[in-house]
């Protein structure tokens, strides 16, 4: 009789080990197979308040970073910071972002335009939203032929806290056309100046930007993305500014700053150094 216990106890304990064995993964690994082999999947974060994702199939590793840490209605700029799944930078990937609106199955016209930074970093500028509501960016990766996929949701991006219109409308009258300002969370001081004196319309021309820590020191090391928006007419620069360190001192040149038009302009800085991301934008009334 003890035998037969033994054995019926032996058997079940067997059941039990292969049950747990074919049990599901959870969490971030959760829908890896062997098949893939990422089963040691992990994201990747540099920043608290950044978004992370998996790809669909695990293979890359994706910190989404939204300098004013809220997408508007009109023309926004995020970055992607993108890893493999199993660590390691992803350089030279190929990016694609697709602003879509799920409820109505569309998204708009203009491509976001994607600029690889280095180490990973892949700033994004031109993101339009062309109204309020439930929004998604869609990331497609491809690097050395594999490719994977994912979506960020954005349940409801509101307006910037005027009317947005394609018309053209006269800015604030409130605004802040100062030149140097503190960033959004008080980690830099930026200044900017035109390298050509007064801004023109429809001439390319360079900025030079200076850049200090909260202590007034200057900082030499940082990622730097510029992007111009006019926010009542829903589009943004048709360039995309390059930005070079020059020198010490903190010193920046923007190469590419192009203004189509006279009226109300917002050119946002945003800032990546020393494990610190933040942003300031800058208003201009171009005549």
């Known amino acids: 009789m003890k035998r037969i216990l033994l054995v019926v106890i032996a058997s079940i304990s067997l059941l039990m080990g292969c049950a747990a064995q074919n049990e599901p993964m959870t969490g971030h690994n959760e829908g890896m197979t062997e098949e893939h ?45 993108v890893h493999h799944a199993t660590g390691g930078d992803v350089a030279q990937g190929e990016l694609t972002v697709t602003p879509w609106m ?11 335009v994607i600029t690889e930074r280095g180490g990973g970093l892949y700033s994004v500028d031109n993101v339009i939203f062309s109204m309020t509501g439930h929004w998604q960016l869609q990331v497609k990766v491809s690097k050395d032929g594999k490719e994977d996929s994912t979506v960020f949701d954005f349940p409801e991006v509101k307006a910037m806290g005027h009317e947005h219109s394609m018309m053209k409308a006269p800015p604030p009258e409130d605004l802040d056309y100062s030149t140097m300002k503190m960033t959004a969370g008080d980690a830099f001081t930026v200044m900017y100046k035109s390298t050509s004196g007064k801004i023109r319309i429809n001439r390319i021309h360079s900025w030079e930007l200076t850049v200090k820590d909260a202590a007034g020191q200057p900082v030499n090391n940082a990622k730097i993305t510029v992007v111009g928006d006019m926010p009542e007419h829903g589009h ?3 360039t995309q500014p390059e930005v070079a360190k020059i020198g010490s001192g903190g010193l920046y040149r923007v190469d590419g700053m192009k203004f189509t038009m006279p009226g109300w302009w917002v050119v946002t800085v945003s800032i990546m150094a020393n494990g610190i991301h933040d942003s300031v934008s800058f208003n201009l009334n171009l005549l």
């Open 236 to 238: 943004g620069l048709p």
């Open 37 to 81: 082999g990422h089963g040691d999947a992990k994201i990747t974060q540099h920043f608290d308040d950044s978004l992370t994702k998996l790809t669909d199939n695990n293979l890359y590793s994706l910190e989404l970073v939204i300098p004013n840490k809220n997408l508007m209605m009109g023309v926004n700029t995020v970055e992607i910071i």
């Open 102 to 112: 799920p409820g109505m199955g569309h998204g708009v016209m203009e491509k976001p």
